[in-house]
């Protein structure tokens, strides 16, 4: 059996987050980002859930190894839990495709004002405030926190019907240098 395109395609772009930056971009045009830290790491649950009910397991681990001035390298680590297969690749990101604390802080203070839902997450038995927001076709909903890489939850449906969660379920954040 092999990994479906969708997913492929889900996994292989969850951590450049272009829609993150969209959805940000369209409610709070006056925010800038800045560099994170080197260390800060996430570890995603990711559900490939296919039109006909079949799915797949995997752990997604995101980990910034090295940045400077303009560039974040970030290692993206997929475990595939039904074969037992990992991949590894390393990515160069611009950093300023990757959220900042300040910016996850004006989401979160600005979120109902905003038409967006409050609510809280548990996560590694602590509570993380996060911002929901869901597309208007409601193909795409986001979880949004003051987390590595700001993604609490992300669960988007394509338009055959497959649908791809990501449920973040451990993170750390790195140490300023």
Known sequence: ???????????????????FLIVLSLVF???????PQIGDRAIFEVIFQSYDGTFEKYTQI?????????HVLVSNTLIDLNRKTTRNITEVE?????????????????CQKNGHQLVSVSIQSEI??????????????SWYGLVPFGVVKQVS????GNTVTFILKKYSF???P
């Open 174 to 176: 790195g140490v300023a």
């Open 29 to 35: 045009p006056q925010l800038s980002l800045a560099m």
């Open 128 to 141: 993380v405030p996060a911002c929901f927001m869901e597309d208007p076709s409601r193909s795409f909903a």
């Open 1 to 19: 059996m092999t990994q479906s395109p969708s997913i492929t395609k889900a996994l292989g772009h969850m951590i450049v987050m272009p829609l």
């Open 94 to 110: 611009h950093r300023d495709s990757l959220p900042t604390t300040q910016m996850i802080q004006d989401l979160l203070k600005d």
């Open 157 to 160: 449906t394509d338009q055959e």
């Open 62 to 70: 995101l980990e910034i190894i090295d940045m400077d001035e303009e």
